[in-house]
């Protein structure tokens, strides 16, 4: 499975290395640009290419989605999975955090608290 929040020129790439029967998820295009993948790297490749629009999932089946939410949830609350936190901040220092954001000087979650 491949998970492309980027798009671009790495997409067309990314499927031609994907093994037999692949899923290709469509994200988003972070790099700006919508890429143009020839439709017979799909069938060499016994592939899917499946768009993931979260937005949209979530209005046409919000029981699911309530369901998929709380599965992360509880694997969170397993220990299972942990999200990585770039760093916490005040809330009085929000604008800091989508400074750093706008920057893009983050890798994983910035959390605003109000308790710290």
Not at 60 to 87: A, C, T, V, W, Y
Not at 96 to 113: C, D, F, M, P
Request: with cysteine; proline share 6%; aromatic share 8%.
């Amino acid at each position: 499975m491949i998970y492309d929040p980027v798009g671009g020129s790495f997409s067309e790439k990314a499927i031609r290395d994907m093994s037999w029967g692949g899923r290709f998820l469509v994200v988003g295009f972070a790099a700006g640009e919508i890429p143009k993948v020839p439709l017979n790297i799909p069938l060499l490749k016994g592939c899917s290419v499946v768009g993931v629009f979260w937005g949209e999932f979530t209005k046409r089946e919000p029981d699911l989605n309530k369901s998929n939410n709380q599965e992360l949830m509880d694997l969170f609350d397993q220990g299972k999975i942990s999200p990585h936190i770039h760093k916490v901040y005040p809330l009085e220092q929000a604008g800091e955090a989508l400074n750093e954001l706008l920057q893009k000087r983050v890798i994983g979650k910035v959390v605003l608290s109000t308790t710290l």
